[in-house]
């Protein structure tokens, strides 16, 4: 049945109610993930197979049929189910770890279903998690939460820009007030502190946050795991969601289809409700390129994050949103792996980003400021060219800046190396230089031959032109860059940047050859690209109403729009708590 659009005052109700009540489970701790067996891991995507676009009726809630909607062919309902749950959470990191806690505490008979395999079939020998983990387990753990709900979901409303509906801002907002609360009752470790939003002069940013640190790396997605664990919740490794089964009359859903092992199709039951936690689209090439303001981008986290959830979704009438968001900067990033590394932001030695033309554009330390934001900057478009004048722009530093430190962060080291396969960047960059990621001159003309000399995939040859299919150099002037280098270093000797205001104790002279440059590219640690989703976690179809019996949490879908909260962790536990407890509060339909 399609459930009517409660309103913000129902749900605030049923959430202190599910708060008031929620009980962690009595299950004994043990190894008792369903760990599937295949060492082979699966790559597969949720598109399996073509299907054409037909036309099908949409049901209102009075049974008469509104209009007709172009969709893909519904996958047929099956008469025999392979498995079958209440819920049937469809992604294993950060938000559907909450999910399955909060739905299972909330009564529901839980299934997890995870694409990548569980880390005992990879031979991986005292995992600190079963499995999963996607980019949760990852992160750096910082997890500011909102904690006056009015200024709180006026930010979020504003730096989304207006697309997040309000409803769905005061839904956020309200939860994550509770955040602590919740932290501390599953025995979570978190330590709070002072903070503002990143843009303090948008209305709510100087107050509606807290600061929050959770331990960073994969010690949340463990303490997690480990709840999940306790309460006996099967987890289906290796099984990627591939498809919705949707009732074609009321457009309930139904089920998921899966493919276990890359072999065993299931057809999977579910008897209240699905949510898609599959994370974003941070690594689907043609969802990013359609849709993101910059391009390319590149990540670092989780690469089984390929808009799973967007293409599943969609196919049974779900409206996207988000498309372009993201919590991205700068990053260096190299063709041979998939993701990216870290910022390159040295500590205090003399350095400069400059563009494709090597010119200054910005006071360089605001990336520090504006550390999920800062992409927006590289947006600059030469129409007369026509091209982006930021993509990429280029590191430059001097001898005695590569000495001092690895520029970038490389392998966290904790995830087996098919799942990051990246090496650890050198301490002193040399190995990096060696690998020809970063180019080398003894005065700016050499360093500028080099540059000009190497192959930056995308750049097509002499005319800074982005070309998918290039794999070609930039064509910077060297008169071009000597003159930035000169102005800036006649800034450090002033104590003054003029044109940029790059503070004072910054400006370190690049001064000491060789110099060096690396390209960097818009990127990050998140996209945000999704399901539309209502303030009860519901998808959501293009008049918004809820497809029925389908929610999504975490980064698939998240409310930020176009500006970054920077607190994802926040959202994936207030929001895997909505959608937990809506999910699990649904009347079965079988
Ligand atoms: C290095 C790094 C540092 C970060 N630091 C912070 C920080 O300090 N603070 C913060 O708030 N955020 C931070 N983030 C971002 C944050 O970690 C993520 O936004 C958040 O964890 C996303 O959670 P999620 O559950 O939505 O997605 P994920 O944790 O990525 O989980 C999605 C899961 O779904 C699985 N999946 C995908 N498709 C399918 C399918 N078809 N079927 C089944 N399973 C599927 C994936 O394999 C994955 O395990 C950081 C990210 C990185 C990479």
């Given at each position: 049945m399609t459930q009517d659009k409660s309103s913000f005052k129902d749900f605030r109700v049923s959430r202190r109610n599910f708060l008031g009540t929620a009980a962690i489970g009595a299950a004994a701790i043990g190894g008792t993930a369903l760990a599937a067996s295949a060492l082979k891991p699966n790559f597969a995507s949720a598109a399996l197979g073509a299907q054409s676009a037909k036309g099908i009726a949409e049901v209102r809630g009075d049974g008469k049929v509104s209009r007709v909607v172009s969709r893909a062919a519904p996958l047929p309902v099956p008469s025999n189910w392979s498995q079958v749950a209440d819920v049937v959470i469809v992604g294993y990191g950060g938000a559907g770890a909450v999910t399955a806690i909060t739905a299972y505490d909330a009564g529901a008979n839980v299934l997890v279903l995870e694409k990548t395999p569980s880390y005992a079939s990879l031979g991986v020998t005292n995992p600190a998690i079963t499995g999963g983990g996607g980019s949760t387990s990852m992160?750096?753990?910082?997890?500011?939460?909102?904690?006056?709900p009015l200024n709180g979901a006026n930010y979020i409303y504003q730096q989304s820009w207006g697309n997040t509906p309000m409803a769905v801002c005061e839904s956020l907002a309200w939860m994550e007030v509770e955040n602590p609360a919740w932290l501390t009752q599953m025995g979570i470790k978190y330590t709070l502190s002072s903070t503002t939003g990143e843009f303090p002069t948008l209305p709510g940013g100087a107050l509606g946050f807290g600061g929050m640190s959770l331990a960073s790396g994969n010690v949340f997605f463990q303490q997690l795991d480990a709840l999940v664990q306790k309460r006996n919740i099967p987890i289906l490794f290796n099984t990627p969601a591939t498809d919705l089964f949707q009732?074609?009359?009321?457009?309930?859903?139904l089920g998921v289809q899966a493919l276990a092992n890359n072999s065993e199709v299931l057809n999977i039951q579910a008897k209240k409700a699905v949510v898609l936690t599959t994370g974003s689209i941070e690594y689907n090439e043609t969802m990013k390129s359609d849709n993101m303001r910059v391009y390319p981008a590149h990540f670092y986290g989780w690469q089984f994050c390929t808009g799973d959830s967007v293409t599943m979704a969609s196919k049974v009438g779900a409206a996207m949103w988000h498309m372009g968001a993201m919590s991205a900067r700068m990053v260096p990033w190299f063709p041979q792996y998939p993701i990216a590394f870290g910022t390159c932001a040295p500590g205090q030695h003399g350095w400069i980003y400059v563009d494709k033309n090597g010119n200054r554009y910005a006071d360089e330390t605001e990336i520090s400021t504006y550390s999920h934001n800062w992409w927006i900057k590289l947006s600059d478009f030469d129409l007369t060219v026509p091209q982006y004048t930021r993509i990429p722009s280029f590191i430059i530093f001097d001898e005695t800046c590569r000495k001092a430190a690895a520029i970038t962060s490389g392998s966290n080291g904790q995830l087996p190396v098919y799942l990051d396969p990246r090496p650890v960047w050198s301490s002193d960059n040399s190995a990096e230089i060696t690998r020809g990621w970063i180019q080398s001159g003894k005065d700016i003309p050499t360093l500028v031959a080099a540059m000009n000399s190497t192959a930056y995939v995308g750049m097509t040859p002499g005319t800074n032109n982005y070309s998918p299919a290039a794999n070609t150099a930039v064509n910077i002037n060297p008169a071009t860059l000597q003159a930035t280098l000169n102005n800036y270093n006649g800034f450090c000797t002033a104590g003054v940047d003029t044109q940029f205001g790059r503070p004072k104790s910054a400006l370190i002279p690049i001064v000491t050859p060789p110099f060096y440059a690396m390209p960097l590219w818009p990127g990050g640690p998140s996209a945000f690209g999704g399901p539309v989703r209502n303030e009860k976690g519901q998808i959501c179809d293009a008049d918004n109403n809820p497809i029925p019996r389908l929610y999504t949490a975490g980064e698939s879908g998240s409310t930020d729009g176009m500006l970054s909260l920077g607190a994802n962790n926040a959202q994936i536990i207030a929001f895997g708590r909505i959608s937990g407890s809506n999910a699990a509060s649904e009347n079965p339909w079988a």
């Open positions: 992160n750096a753990g910082n997890a500011t939460y909102v904690k006056d009732d074609p009359t009321t457009g309930e859903i």
